[in-house]
């Protein structure tokens, strides 16, 4: 069964600090594993991955996937409390369905002033 | 304005009784879906659309009906709704490119509730 496993769950930084948000998956034919950001209302999209290596940059926000060790990770510089939000991470495959998505639980970040 | 758009956005309903929530996107797009986000448990997606008139079960479709006969709308129908279907439900539209269709816009939910 194909899986999406975030680590943490949650996590409370201080602003300033640097965080790596984890996210590792077992999915039949991958085709791009995605990274979006929900607020109090609708996840917004931050990064789609493809290849192995190349770093995906935003602002303070960088990712970077591995697809031999099968896990991405989400990086956020200095952080500020506005990044305070449940981070997403997501797979889409080129299986049976090619419109499935299949999202992680998330990872829970509390920014502190 | 490019957006998704969702209605109602709060809905408190009773065991049984037929709902529709709809969803319209104004950014032509071809791929649209629906999900649901339970405590714990994430986004699962119930069903999602290609294109017009072709629509496929996500991963929890059961207690759930969509049609595509436009390509802007996409409405959830719950014909007999049950209490485990109170939940956050999300619509989302994305173009279909080679790339798929991950880049998906989200619309701004609609919280059901069903007694």
């Known amino acids: 069964e194909d899986k999406v496993v975030q680590s943490p769950l949650s996590l409370v930084v201080h602003e300033g600090d640097t965080v790596t948000l984890n996210c590792s998956y077992e999915?039949?034919?991958?085709?791009?594993l995605l990274w979006y950001k929900q607020e109090k209302k609708a996840p917004t999209f931050l990064f789609m991955l493809?290849?192995?290596?190349i770093e995906k940059k935003s602002g303070r926000l960088s990712s970077i996937l591995d697809k031999k060790e099968l896990f991405s990770i989400l990086n956020i510089t200095a952080t500020q409390t506005g990044d305070s939000a449940v981070y997403l991470c997501?797979?889409?495959?080129?299986?049976?369905?090619?419109?499935?998505?299949?999202f992680g639980k998330g990872t829970k970040l509390s920014v502190k002033p | 304005e490019a957006q998704v758009t969702q209605n109602p956005r709060y809905l408190i309903t009773v065991t049984g009784k037929k709902l529709t929530v709809t969803c319209s996107q104004n950014m032509n797009h071809e791929y649209m879906s629906w999900y649901r986000q339970d405590p714990g448990l994430g986004l699962r997606q119930i069903y999602y659309?290609?294109?017009?008139?072709?629509?496929d079960k996500g991963d929890v479709p059961e207690g759930y009906k969509v049609s595509r006969k436009e390509k802007r709308n996409f409405p959830l129908i719950l014909e007999s709704p049950s209490p485990n279907q109170t939940s956050l439900y999300f619509c989302?539209?994305?173009?279909?490119?080679?790339?798929?269709?991950?880049?998906?816009?989200f619309g701004p939910g609609t919280r059901l509730l069903v007694l």
């Open positions: 493809t290849s192995s290596g």
């Open positions: 999915v039949t034919n991958f085709r791009s």
């Open positions: 659309s290609m294109n017009v008139e072709v629509t």
């Open positions: 997501a797979v889409a495959s080129y299986g049976g369905s090619q419109g499935n998505l299949i």
């Open positions: 989302a539209s994305a173009p279909l490119r080679t790339s798929g269709s991950e880049t998906q816009y």
